[in-house]
């Protein structure tokens, strides 16, 4: 029997042409030559690893060498894939061409699947969790390209913690950070430690806090990173007495005044307080509760997506994303700022309790806690046998003074 061949086709006719080139085309987008856009991808091994976590990373379409890299660190109860979906982190990344990594860690490690930010195992240079981002991100620059120069880290909650815990251990490989609902490096050491520094106020000068980062790495001679904190008003996980402790932290070993230069107010109830030439930024939003801040919509500065812990109020990747300089260096826009004026008052130290201090107006009480009117120093609980020094910097502006006076 004559087996019957098909003729060849010929293209002839431009419109004939035009199909055939679709055809090819199409071919290349179907499996055997996929052209898949660029997705969230677990890498199976990427060197040392002794916080026993996870590595995920998102490189997008084209992204090309000498790149910056963001190190994202979820909360607890989350993961990478939940954080990177509801961030809001991967439009910026695929907007301005930087890639992601997101270290994901579980019960194994923790029984609610919160990084170790309290045990010194893992927030010790060289060690446990914090040795096992680190690897990451040498990974991530041996393989991605991306610049070593240009490396970030941000996080909530637990991560939010654990990113302060990079920020002081690697001050030499990050080169800024935003900690979301976060905590103090080494405002704990141990379990109990941590519910106290979550639920309340821990009684150091900015100097103390600041020995603590100084300490993670003696050896650092350069400067460290900048930081960006984000706090709900509203937040009873992590109660805003920490952001003023991040805020006192990082000013001090940036070595600015831990009075604002600035204040300006933002969408979604945010008010924004910049301390020295933006060398620490710190965001409180009203009503906000525990969470990362996000605005679900195609506005240049929405993003995420609103779920568990992802609250609906302002896109906080976006202004991270900016202040990392992500987007070229150019500076958000944003109202004219209000300085903070100059102090004309003659500094006057007063000693006394905590309830003589409130009574006197140089500070106050909230959730039975006191607190420094103006700077915000965390000062304990709230009673007549906490004695404390304050001294007065400005006009109805007194900051935690032990031992200075």
């Known amino acids: 029997m004559a087996v019957l061949r098909p003729r060849p086709l010929r293209f002839s006719h431009p419109l004939l042409l035009a199909v055939a080139a679709a055809v090819v085309l199409l071919a290349a987008l179907l499996p055997g030559g996929v052209a898949r856009a660029a997705s969230l991808t677990q890498v199976g091994s990427f060197g040392s690893n002794p916080g026993n976590l996870a590595m995920y990373a998102y490189r997008p379409d084209g992204l090309g060498a000498g790149r910056p890299l963001v190190v994202l660190l979820h ?8 954080y990177f979906t509801n961030s809001g982190w991967r439009k ?16 194994a490690n923790n029984s609610s699947g919160c990084y170790n930010w309290f045990q010194t195992g893992d927030t010790t240079r060289g060690q446990g969790e914090a040795a096992s981002v680190r690897a990451m991100v040498a990974y991530a620059v041996a393989n991605f390209g991306t610049d070593p120069g240009r490396v970030y880290v941000s996080g909530l909650s637990a991560g939010g913690a654990m990113a302060a815990v990079m920020l002081a251990t690697y001050p030499d490989v990050f080169a800024a950070g935003s900690i979301g609902a976060g905590l103090a490096y080494r405002c704990a050491s141990s379990l109990t430690q941590a519910s106290s520094c979550q639920y309340g106020a821990t009684s150091r000068t900015p100097r103390q806090w600041g020995d603590l980062v100084r300490g993670a790495y003696p050896g650092h001679s350069g400067p460290y990173p900048r930081v960006a904190i984000w706090q709900g008003s509203a937040d009873h996980t992590v109660v805003p007495a920490n952001a003023a402790q ?3 932290q990082w000013t001090d070993v940036r070595g600015v005044s831990q009075t604002a230069t600035s204040t300006q107010s933002l969408t979604g109830g945010t008010t924004l307080r910049t301390y020295g030439n933006d060398d620490v930024r710190l965001y409180e939003i009203s009503g906000m509760g525990h969470g990362l801040p996000v605005d679900p919509g195609s506005g240049a500065d929405q993003c995420g997506a609103t779920a568990a812990y992802f609250l609906d109020t302002i896109c906080s990747a976006y202004h991270d994303a900016r202040f990392f300089r992500l987007d070229g260096g150019a500076p958000p826009p944003t109202p004219t700022p209000t300085p903070t004026p100059t102090p004309t008052v003659s500094p006057v130290c007063a000693t006394s309790s905590n309830y003589a201090h409130t009574t006197a107006g ?44």
Do not use: E
């Open 362 to 405: 140089r500070a106050y009480q909230s959730g039975g806690y006191t607190y420094a009117r103006g700077s915000g120093d965390a000062m304990g609980l709230w009673n007549v046998s906490v004695i404390h020094t304050l001294k007065r910097t400005g006009t109805d502006h007194w900051v935690l003074a032990d031992g200075q006076c």
């Open 92 to 107: 910026y990344a695929d907007q301005w061409n930087f890639a992601l990594v997101l270290p994901q860690t579980g019960s």
């Open 246 to 248: 991040l805020r006192d």
């Open 75 to 82: 909360g607890c109860t989350q993961n990478a894939t939940g």
